[in-house]
C-alpha cells in the first residue's frame, strides 16, 4: 500500500507543478504582423481602446493586442500578473510613482538602448525626462502631458457676478486664500451646489504643499515635510466645514467621480489633471452635461501663492515589460504613442499630449474652444510631480488617512507635523 | 457499494479517485499557504530581488500602529458581529421552526442574501446609506429622527458594515440552527411538560443545551468569517483610496490587501497573514478545548 500511497503523492504534485508552470511560446507573428499584449485600464469602450485602434488601423507590421481591466481593479490586477510573471509585453502606468517599485522589482525595461535602435528622438518628450527616469535610465515613455488646472463652468460664474478664476490669474490674484474665498463665493452652502471640488486622491488634499516642492521624502531618504502640509490640509478643512466642498469622505462612500460632481454643476469649480478636458468631451457627447455647453467649459492656472507660477502633475506613460519576447514592437508601439502623430491622436480626445505643436493646437481647439483656456491649457510653465520617489504610493496612503483624520477634529493642528513625520520615517525604514 | 466491497477495493482506485482533490487541495491550499510561510520570512516585493529577513517582519508588525489599529477594529467586528448573527440566527430559527403558512417562503427569503454577490449587496448598501440621498435616512426623517452619518463617520461605520454583514450572514445560521432544532428529541419537551416546565424553562433547559453542538458549530464558523471580513469594507468604504473614514473600518485582511497590492510588502503581508491564521487558530483551539463544559453530545 505505502508504493501506491508514495506514487499518489508523487503523482500529485507533478500534476500540481504542471498546472503552476508557464508557457515560454515563442513571439507569435501572423503574416508579418507582430501581435503586442498591451495592458491598461479601460472598458473597452473609451479613450484606450480609440487610441489602440487608431494604431492598428495605420496597418502597420505591429498591432496592438489590447488586454483591458477595467479601471477600480487596474492597480492590484497589475500588481498579481506582474508578481505572477505572466507574459506581457506592455503596460500603461496608472499610479506614475508605482514605477519606482516595479522598476526595482525587474518589470520595467529600461529604453535607452531600445531608443537608440529605433533611432527614436528622445528631444520630443526630453522636457518631461524627471518623470520618466529613474537613476538616468528612461523607463517610460509619455502619451500624455502632465499638469494640474482650475477648471471651471463660466456660466455658473456669471450668474452669480463672481469674478472668473481666469480674471485673477490675468490680476495675479489667483492665490490659494482667493480659491477659498471664490468657492465661499459660489457656494449655495446648501450641501447640494458647492464652490469647488478637492477629489478623494491623497495628492488632491496637498495642491499647495506639492505646489511649493515639499516632497514628503526625498529620493535620499531625508524627510521633507513643512507647515505648507497644514496649509494644504487646512484649506480642504475651511471649505468643508463652511459647505463649500464636498466633503472627502462622502464623495469616497458614496463613490462619487470628479466628473459627475462638475458634469451636474454640483461644483462649477474643480482641481483636476491635464485629463479632464477628455473627460468633458466624453461628457458632452454621452449627454451627460445639462445646462451649460462647451463655450462655457474654461481652463486657468491652478492658485498659486508663489510669484513664479508652477503647476504640478505628472506625465501618464507606458513601459516596455522587461520579460517581453517582443522588445522592439513593443516600443515602437510606445514610440508611436509619444510621437506627433500618437499627439494628434490623443489631441483628438481632448487630452493634453506630451508635445504641443501647431497642429495639436488646432485639433485641442475643437475642444477647447475658448482661446484663453487653450492658451493656459498649452501654456509651458515648470511642472513638479508629487512625492515622485520610491516611497510615492506610501506617502499618498498616509496622506489619505491623515487628512481625513484631520478633517474629522481626530488629529490637531499642533500633532499633525510630528505625527506626519514620524510616519514618513516609518516609510523610510521599512522600505527596500 | 457495502462496506465488504469497499474494503475490496483496490488502492490504485481509491487513490484515483482521490488524486484529483488532492491536486486540488496541493495547488489551491497547500503550496500558497507553504509559500505564505516562507515569504513572511523575506522582504519580497514582487521581483527577484529579495532577501531572507528572518523574522524582522513579525517585529515590524508588534510596532506598527497600523497593525495593531486594524486588529483593534478586527476584534470590534467580531465581537460584535458575531454576537448580533447569532442571536439574530437562532431568534428567526426559533420563530421560523413553527408551524405557519408561508413558513418555508420566510425561510427561503431569509437566506437568500447570503447567495448573493457581496460585492453587489455593498454596492446596493452604499447607495442606501448614501448621506443625503439614500433611503435610510430619508426612513429616519419620515419617522421624525434626525439623519445618520452611517458610513461616513468614525463613529457609526463599523457599526454599519456590521449591520449588512449581518443582513447577508444570519439567515445561513438561521438554517443551520433550524437543522439543530428539528434534530431535538421530542420526547424531551414532553418530559418538560410532564414537569412543569414553562416555555423559557424549556427553551433554557432543553433547547440550548441540546443545540449546543449546532451553537458551538455555528460559532466556530461565524468567529473565522468574521475574522477574514474584507469585500463589505472594501467596497462600501473606499477601496483602493484607503478605506475609512479615517481607518475606522480598516480590518486586518484590509491591511494584508493594502500593503500587498499598493505597497508592493508581500512578505510583511505575508506575516500578517500568518498572525491572523495563529490568532484563529488559537481561538479555535480554546473552543474546541472548552467545548467539553458546555456543548452536549450525548443524548
Not at chain 1, 452635461?289 to 492656472?301: A, H, N, P, S
Not at chain 2, 484529483?20 to 515569504?39: A, D, E, Q
Not at chain 2, 430619508?138 to 452619518?149: K, N, Y
Request: aromatic share 14%.
Amino acid at each position: 500500500m505505502k508504493k501506491w500511497v508514495a506514487l499518489f503523492l508523487a503523482v500529485s504534485a507533478c500534476l500540481s507543478l504542471f498546472a503552476n508552470g508557464k508557457s515560454d511560446a515563442p513571439a507569435s507573428s501572423a503574416g508579418g504582423v507582430t501581435s503586442v499584449d498591451f495592458y491598461v485600464w479601460s472598458d473597452g469602450n473609451d479613450e484606450y481602446s480609440r487610441f489602440f485602434d487608431s494604431f492598428n488601423e495605420q496597418g502597420l507590421n505591429v498591432k496592438i493586442n489590447p488586454k483591458y481591466i477595467v479601471p477600480a481593479d487596474y492597480g492590484s490586477k497589475l500588481t498579481t500578473l506582474l508578481a505572477g510573471g505572466i507574459s506581457m509585453d506592455a503596460y500603461m502606468q496608472k499610479s506614475q510613482t508605482d514605477m519606482f517599485p516595479q522598476y526595482y522589482n525587474g518589470y520595467i525595461e529600461p529604453l535607452n538602448d531600445l531608443m537608440a535602435s529605433h533611432n527614436y528622438d528622445y528631444n520630443q518628450v526630453k522636457s518631461w525626462d524627471a518623470s520618466i527616469s529613474i537613476d538616468g535610465k528612461v523607463v517610460a515613455l509619455p502619451h500624455r502631458g502632465g499638469k494640474y488646472y482650475t477648471y471651471y463652468n463660466a456660466k455658473a460664474f456669471e450668474a452669480k457676478g463672481v469674478p472668473t478664476p481666469t480674471e485673477l490669474v490675468q490680476k495675479g490674484e489667483w492665490t490659494w486664500d482667493k480659491y477659498v474665498e471664490i468657492s465661499q463665493l459660489m457656494s449655495d452652502n446648501d450641501e447640494k451646489t458647492f464652490g469647488s471640488c478637492l477629489y478623494t486622491w491623497g495628492s488632491c488634499s496637498v495642491y499647495p504643499a506639492a505646489q511649493e516642492g515639499m516632497n514628503f521624502i526625498n529620493a535620499d531618504g531625508s524627510i521633507d515635510v513643512d507647515n505648507s502640509l497644514l496649509k494644504s490640509f487646512q484649506i480642504r478643512k475651511t471649505l468643508e466645514d463652511g459647505l463649500d466642498s464636498p466633503r472627502l469622505v462622502d464623495l469616497k462612500v458614496t463613490k462619487t467621480h470628479y466628473s459627475q460632481v462638475f458634469y451636474t454643476g454640483m461644483a462649477p469649480m474643480l482641481l483636476i489633471g491635464e485629463w479632464f478636458p477628455g473627460t468633458v468631451q466624453n461628457g458632452f457627447s454621452k449627454d451627460l452635461i445639462k445646462g451649460y455647453t462647451l463655450e462655457d467649459f474654461r481652463i486657468t492656472r491652478l492658485p498659486c501663492d508663489s510669484a513664479d507660477y508652477n503647476s504640478i502633475g505628472a506625465p501618464t506613460f507606458g513601459h516596455v515589460h522587461a520579460k517581453s519576447k517582443k522588445k522592439d514592437a513593443a516600443f515602437e508601439v510606445l514610440a508611436w504613442m509619444a510621437s506627433p502623430a500618437g499627439a494628434l491622436v490623443e489631441a483628438k480626445m481632448g487630452f493634453l499630449p506630451p508635445m504641443v505643436d501647431d497642429k495639436v493646437m488646432e485639433v485641442l481647439s475643437t475642444n477647447v474652444p475658448d482661446k484663453t483656456s487653450l492658451e493656459y491649457f498649452t501654456e509651458d510653465v515648470p511642472v513638479k510631480p508629487f512625492f515622485y520617489t520610491k516611497y510615492g504610493s506610501k506617502v499618498e496612503q498616509i496622506i489619505s488617512q491623515y487628512v481625513e483624520k484631520y478633517l474629522l477634529g481626530e488629529i490637531s493642528d499642533s500633532e499633525l507635523i510630528p505625527a506626519f513625520k514620524a510616519e514618513m520615517q516609518t516609510i523610510v525604514d521599512t522600505t527596500n | 457499494m457495502n462496506t465488504k466491497s469497499l474494503e475490496k477495493t483496490p488502492w490504485p482506485t481509491v487513490l484515483s479517485f482521490l488524486l484529483p482533490g488532492f491536486t486540488g487541495f496541493v495547488l489551491f491550499v497547500f503550496l500558497p499557504m507553504l509559500s505564505t510561510f516562507l515569504i513572511s520570512f523575506t522582504n519580497y516585493s514582487g521581483g527577484p530581488n529579495w532577501k531572507i529577513v528572518g523574522i524582522d517582519n513579525y517585529l515590524t508588525i508588534a510596532k506598527d500602529k497600523h497593525f495593531l489599529q486594524s486588529m483593534v477594529v478586527t476584534f470590534k467586528f467580531v465581537v460584535i458581529g458575531v454576537s448580533l448573527q447569532i442571536i439574530m440566527g437562532l431568534l428567526f430559527a426559533l420563530i421560523l421552526n413553527r408551524n405557519f403558512f408561508g413558513q418555508t417562503f420566510f425561510r427561503s427569503l431569509f437566506f437568500m442574501p447570503n447567495v448573493l454577490s457581496s460585492v453587489g449587496i455593498s454596492l446596493a448598501f452604499s447607495l442606501i446609506f448614501h448621506p443625503t440621498k439614500g433611503i435610510a435616512n430619508q426612513m429616519l426623517e419620515f419617522v421624525g429622527l434626525p439623519d445618520s452619518p452611517w458610513l461616513t463617520d468614525p463613529s457609526t461605520a463599523l457599526l454599519t458594515i456590521i449591520m449588512v454583514v449581518l443582513w447577508m450572514s444570519f439567515g445561513y445560521y438561521m438554517i443551520i440552527f433550524l437543522g439543530g432544532l428539528q434534530s431535538i428529541n421530542p420526547s424531551l419537551y414532553e418530559a418538560a411538560d410532564i414537569d412543569g416546565a414553562n416555555g423559557v424553562q424549556k427553551f433554557f433547559r432543553v433547547t440550548l443545551p441540546m443545540l449546543s453542538p449546532t451553537m458551538f458549530f455555528a460559532l466556530t464558523m461565524c468567529i473565522i468569517n468574521s475574522f477574514k471580513v474584507f469585500d463589505q469594507v472594501f467596497m462600501m468604504t473606499g477601496g483602493t483610496d484607503g478605506g475609512g473614514p479615517a481607518g475606522s473600518t480598516n480590518v486586518v485582511v484590509y491591511d494584508i490587501y493594502q500593503n500587498s497590492f499598493r505597497n508592493f510588502r508581500f512578505g510583511y503581508a505575508s506575516a500578517e497573514s500568518l498572525i491572523l491564521l495563529l490568532i484563529i487558530l488559537i481561538i479555535t483551539v480554546i473552543q474546541f478545548n472548552n467545548q467539553k463544559k458546555w456543548v452536549t453530545y450525548d443524548i
